[in-house]
Structure formats: structure tokens, C-alpha cells
């Protein structure tokens, strides 16, 4: 699958306002807020690791359509980068994104795809503040797409709170706990561990 991404730019900012939504579960319950609290390990989106495997198999030809790009993009990943082709995947990760929302909208599973390809790239360059804003955005794509409860919009919230947790500058923690906070009570629930860990943090 392939997708798009949005740190702040032309996607635009996810608002506290945009998880206040009717359809919101207020409160997980045990079972579900004992889950979020047994599985916070960052784990590398499905979509990718699929994309991988198939890239694998197949050498992709240079001039290939989306899938492909994405499939070669994605099984690059499955070596290890140096700071270069990282930053020239991300610069390709983008060129794809941009092509795809243009083409399809900003809701297709495609452009989903590619922009959590993004957030696992700034994830590999240790940019943890930028995966966490970018699985932030995911996550509400996959929220307005499949429900705050659906499988994908909680593993990409879990991965954004894994994020936050590997934020060392504080003040930058504090700004990313913030955008996440409404997130993390929407999708986990305000008695999950995820969100409690961040209003501590937060001082709330």
C-alpha cells in the first residue's frame, strides 16, 4: 500500500477538536486500556513490511508506477542506510506523496501508505519528533477512514506515542505530548497507560 504524509505542512494541523468527535469512545474499558498498556514497542507498519517482501522477489523497472516506487522505496529499508540514502529516500518518500494526493486525495489507502513509509524513514534517521507528528497524521487519516476503534488507526497511534517516548529534548517532548495528548484520549481512552503516561508528563 502506499500513502501520504503531514508533519504541518499542506496537510494541515490535526486539532484537539478533530478527536472530540461523537463517534469517540470516552473510555476504553480494562481490556482495551490493559492492551495498550502490554504493547507500546514501536512496530514497523504492515504495509511496509509487505512492500518489502514483494521488492524482494522483483526488481523494480526504473521507470515503474506508484506501487512499484513504493515497493523499491520500501525494500531499500530492508538494509541498513546510511544518513545519505536515508535522506535521499525521504526526499523520494515526498516526491511520492506529493504525486499520489494529487492524483488520488490525501484519503486514499495509497497515499496512507506512503506517509506512514514516511514516518518509518524519520524513525530510521532518529527524527522522532517528525515520526511522531507524521503517525499523529496517519493515524487520524486511518480514524476518519476506518473509526477510532479499527486495528490501523491504533497501531499508528501506539507507534506515535512509542515516538514521543524517544523524544530526548524536553521542550520538544512537551510540544509533541500536546499534539498527541487528544489523540492518545480519543483512540486508547483517557484511563490508558499511553495517556496517562503523557499528562504526567504534561503535568496534567
Given at each position: 500500500?502506499?500513502?501520504?504524509?503531514?508533519?504541518?505542512?499542506?496537510?494541515?494541523?490535526?486539532?484537539?477538536?478533530?478527536?472530540?468527535?461523537?463517534?469517540?469512545?470516552?473510555?476504553?474499558?480494562?481490556?482495551?486500556?490493559?492492551?495498550?498498556?502490554?504493547?507500546l514497542?514501536?512496530?514497523?507498519?504492515?504495509?511496509?513490511?509487505?512492500?518489502?517482501?514483494?521488492?524482494?522477489?522483483?526488481?523494480?523497472?526504473?521507470?515503474a508506477?506508484?506501487?512499484?516506487?513504493?515497493?523499491?522505496?520500501?525494500?531499500?529499508?530492508?538494509?541498513?542506510?546510511?544518513?545519505?540514502?536515508?535522506?535521499?529516500?525521504?526526499?523520494?518518500?515526498?516526491?511520492?506523496?506529493?504525486?499520489?494526493?494529487?492524483?488520488?486525495?490525501?484519503?486514499?489507502?495509497?497515499?496512507?501508505?506512503?506517509?506512514?513509509?514516511?514516518?518509518?524513514?524519520?524513525?530510521?534517521?532518529?527524527?522522532?519528533?517528525?515520526?511522531?507528528?507524521?503517525?499523529?497524521?496517519?493515524?487520524?487519516?486511518?480514524?476518519?477512514?476506518?473509526?477510532?476503534?479499527?486495528?490501523?488507526?491504533?497501531?499508528?497511534?501506539?507507534?506515535?506515542?512509542?515516538?514521543?517516548?524517544?523524544?530526548?529534548?524536553?521542550?520538544?517532548?512537551?510540544?509533541?505530548?500536546r499534539?498527541?495528548?487528544?489523540?492518545?484520549?480519543?483512540v486508547?481512552?483517557?484511563?490508558?497507560?499511553?495517556?496517562?503516561?503523557?499528562?504526567?508528563?504534561?503535568?496534567?
Open positions: 500500500m502506499l500513502q501520504d504524509d503531514q508533519q504541518a505542512g499542506p496537510w494541515g494541523i490535526v486539532t484537539p477538536e478533530f478527536w472530540a468527535k461523537p463517534d469517540a469512545k470516552p473510555d476504553p474499558g480494562p481490556a482495551e486500556a490493559a492492551e495498550w498498556e502490554d504493547d514497542r514501536y512496530e514497523e507498519p504492515a504495509a511496509v513490511a509487505a512492500a518489502r517482501t514483494a521488492a524482494s522477489q522483483r526488481p523494480p523497472l526504473p521507470e508506477g506508484h506501487a512499484a516506487r513504493f515497493a523499491a522505496l520500501a525494500g531499500k529499508l530492508s538494509k541498513p542506510q546510511t544518513g545519505l540514502t536515508l535522506l535521499l529516500a525521504a526526499a523520494e518518500a515526498v516526491q511520492l506523496d506529493q504525486e499520489l494526493s494529487a492524483a488520488r486525495g490525501p484519503s486514499d489507502p495509497n497515499v496512507i501508505g506512503v506517509r506512514e513509509l514516511r514516518a518509518l524513514i524519520a524513525h530510521l534517521q532518529g527524527q522522532r519528533a517528525e515520526a511522531a507528528r507524521l503517525y499523529l497524521h496517519v493515524t487520524g487519516l486511518q480514524a476518519t477512514a476506518a473509526g477510532l476503534g479499527h486495528d490501523l488507526t491504533k497501531a499508528n497511534a501506539q507507534r506515535a506515542f512509542a515516538e514521543w517516548r524517544s523524544i530526548a529534548d524536553p521542550v520538544e517532548r512537551a510540544a509533541v505530548g499534539d498527541i495528548l487528544p489523540m492518545l484520549t480519543a486508547a481512552g483517557p484511563k490508558a497507560k499511553p495517556t496517562r503516561e503523557v499528562q504526567a508528563a504534561l503535568g496534567k
